[in-house]
């Protein structure tokens, strides 16, 4: 077996290192707006269901309870627009970043398999494709790939970094494409309740798919939209042909979303008042930090929606993490998410509105 230094690229996020020190040494302290973590309290009504499980000596299971199921597809039909769901079409996941590091291995891809991922993207879409020894293209248009040996392809609508939104006949032709030549689209969407300048659409709504969740999956996560990063709370609906083996691979593999954590999902996903109260607390930051970026001398690139602002000053990203590093404020730069993002950074909204506030003032003053 080869060394884990051969199968994976350099964890990123080990480069900002020197950054972060920089900006820890601001007067005011650091502003941190390089990674995602959502930073506002877990809703109250999500947390009396936690404590209400906490009494959970026996195993969960890996479907998870019929109430949480139930709540999936609710939610799934309310929000997203699908239709004619059934607890076939669902499956609880332990977080999002697991499954989309593990689904190419237990799709059973490898040698000679291909996975495709947007041309600017969350590394981990790459990283899994490397666990699995199955090879990787990234792409500006998947209807324009080569579909030889072409497996998996992932969508990221809205996008991560970028904010960028796939519109309804964009998805439309790319299912249509991809169904043509047998490659499932996996399509990860845990942004989508955080459209700003437009309103993204699922792979599960009818107009997309015709009707039909054939080879088609879509990625949700609660982490952003309920605060529950901690939870590593998230779930997958689609294609039931799909879904099935992989809940029997991961009953083998004991990839089971804790029981307090199942009644926290349905909790969330039963009502959307909260969901409201956070959009509008990013929105008003998304606010207050594009103007200043604007007025630095930044220009904003797509950003129409998720919790990053995809900026750039039409330097070197590095130059830029620099320069905003002395201003005491830590920002992702664009190569982390393909050498596409070289000139740009990735500016995440995650911050208390305190934090905001430091990061605006001093743009300004910058």
Known sequence: MSAVSDRLPV????????????AAGHPDGIVDLSVGTPVDPVPDLIQKALVAAADSPGYPTVWGTPALRDAI?????????????????VLPIVGSKELVAWLPTQLGLGPGDTVAHPRLAYPTYEVGARLAR?????YEDPTELDPAGLKLLWLNSPSNPTGRVLGKEELTRIVAWARAHGVLVVSDECYLELGWE???VSVLH???NGGSYEGIVAVHSLSKRSNLAGYRAAFLVGDPAVLG???EIRKHGGM???????AAVIAALSEDAHVREQRERYAARRTLLRG?????GFRIEHSEASLYLWATREESCWDTVAHLADLGILVAPGDFYGPAGERFVRVALTATDERVQAAVARLRQG
């Open 11 to 22: 964890f990123p996020w080990d480069k900002l290192e020197p950054y972060k020190a920089t």
């Open 73 to 89: 597809t609710g939610w799934a039909e309310r929000r997203l627009g699908a239709r004619e769901l059934s607890h076939r079409h």
């Open 134 to 138: 199955a090879e990787y293209v990234s």
């Open 198 to 200: 437009a309103d993204p």
């Open 206 to 208: 009818p107009d997309v």
């Open 245 to 247: 083996p992989l809940l």
């Open 256 to 262: 089971m979303t804790s029981a307090p954590t199942q």
């Open 292 to 296: 200043a970026l604007l007025e630095h």
